[in-house]
């Protein structure tokens, strides 16, 4: 692979990781336990929207369960990605970016174009 080639998936990679990062931020935290985690935020509880109505208290909240919920699982998709790209980033540093992880085979360019974080061949992906 030529230097420029891989320059432009480096770019490319880095600014996905960016982008990453902000959405992340948006709905989650990092875990300062783990390394590289995130913990999806709870919806703020906004207090002018609580009436004295149970049943309407009983409907906010599940609303919001309902919300943390999906953000758990966008936040869970978001990291997920996260790794991949940090660990392509990480290969083009050790300068073995671009190396099937199933057979050791190169990674087609056009492949690494389209998703330069993949991790394997077209016909070792799962
Ligand atoms: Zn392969």
Redesign the pocket.
Known sequence: MNQNTLRELKNSLEKEKDMLISELKTIAARDPKVKGDWDVKHSEWEENEITSDEELEAGVSANEADEDMKNKALSDDLELRLRDVNSALDKIEKGNYGI??????E?PEERLKADPAAK??I??AK
């Open positions: 099937c992880e199933t057979c050791g085979g990674i394997t061949d016909e070792h």
